[in-house]
C-alpha cells in the first residue's frame, strides 16, 4: 500500500536560514504525483508545489523547491530564507495512479511542525 | 473563482448526538473529497466522490458516518451517533479529474465531542 512517511515531527530554525523538510514514500506505481501543503494555526491548507514521477526536473516554486530523489523515493521540501510567516504544518502527499475507478486519491503524511526564531 | 466553502466552521455536540458538514466544491471539480484531522496528525481520506459516485470509502466508519454528493455538486457528511474519539477538523476539498493537479480545501469544521 501506498505511504508517506515524515520523520520530522517539530523543527527550529533561525529566520533567514535556509530549511529542509524530509519526505519519503513508498509505491510500487510508476506514475504518481507529490504535493505538500502548509497549514498555519488558523487551518487551511495551502498548496505549495507539486512534483510529477516523470518530471526530470525538481519543482521550484519561489522560495519553495521540491528535491525528488526517484531512486530514494523522497521528496524534501527546501525553503530557502525562511520567514516568521513560514511557521506552520508542512504535510507532503502524494497522489496515486487511477485505478479501476479512474479517480485518484491523495494520501498525506503525518507533519512537520516548523518554528521560525525571530 | 470562489474557493471550497464549508459550513459550519465549528461545532460542539454531546456524545450520541448526530451532526452534519456541508461542502460546496469549486465549480466544476468533478472530485470531491472528505479528510478527518485528528489535532496533530495528518488528514485521513473518509471518502471520495467522482461526480456523485463514491469511488473511496474504505476508512469511513460506516455504522456512523454517512456521506452524499447530490447532483455532482455539494456534498454532506453526517454522523451519528457522534463519539468523544470523532473530535477532530472535517475537511472538504475538491479537484478536477486530472491526476496531475493538487486538491483545493475549504477552511475546514471543527467539531468537539464532550
Known amino acids: 500500500a501506498q505511504k508517506i512517511t515524515q520523520t520530522q515531527p517539530g523543527m527550529f530554525v533561525q529566520e533567514k536560514e535556509a530549511v529542509t523538510l524530509d519526505c519519503t514514500y513508498d509505491?510500487?506505481?510508476?506514475?504518481?504525483?507529490l504535493f505538500w501543503y502548509k497549514q498555519p494555526s488558523s487551518g487551511e491548507m495551502i498548496f505549495l508545489i507539486y512534483?510529477?514521477?516523470?518530471?526530470?526536473q525538481n519543482a521550484t516554486e519561489g522560495r519553495y523547491s521540491l528535491n525528488f530523489q526517484k531512486a530514494r523515493k523522497s521528496a524534501n521540501l527546501v525553503i530557502s530564507a525562511s520567514q516568521l510567516g513560514d511557521s506552520a504544518m508542512y504535510f507532503c502527499?502524494?497522489?496515486?495512479?487511477?485505478?479501476?475507478?479512474?479517480?485518484?486519491?491523495?494520501?498525506f503524511g503525518s507533519g512537520t511542525r516548523l518554528s521560525i526564531r525571530p | 473563482e470562489a474557493g471550497v466553502a464549508q459550513s459550519p466552521r465549528y461545532k460542539i455536540i454531546e456524545k450520541r448526538q448526530s451532526v452534519a458538514f456541508w461542502c460546496n466544491p469549486i465549480?466544476?471539480?468533478?472530485?470531491l473529497y472528505w479528510y478527518q484531522q485528528i489535532l496533530g496528525q495528518g488528514p485521513k481520506l473518509l471518502i471520495q466522490f467522482q461526480n456523485n459516485g463514491v469511488v473511496d470509502d474504505s476508512q469511513l466508519p460506516k455504522d456512523r458516518f454517512s456521506a452524499e454528493r447530490l447532483k455532482g455538486v455539494d456534498s454532506t457528511l453526517k454522523i451519528q451517533p457522534a463519539k468523544l474519539e470523532d473530535s477532530a477538523v472535517y475537511l472538504c476539498?475538491?479537484?478536477?479529474?486530472?491526476?496531475?493537479?493538487?486538491?483545493?480545501f475549504g477552511q475546514g469544521t471543527r467539531l468537539t465531542v464532550v
Open positions: 509505491t510500487s506505481d510508476q506514475s504518481y504525483g
Open positions: 476539498a475538491s479537484s478536477p479529474i486530472s491526476s496531475n493537479t493538487e486538491a483545493f
Open positions: 512534483q510529477g514521477s516523470y518530471d526530470e
Open positions: 465549480s466544476g471539480h468533478a472530485t
Open positions: 502527499a502524494m497522489r496515486e495512479p487511477p485505478g479501476y475507478s479512474s479517480a485518484s486519491k491523495i494520501i
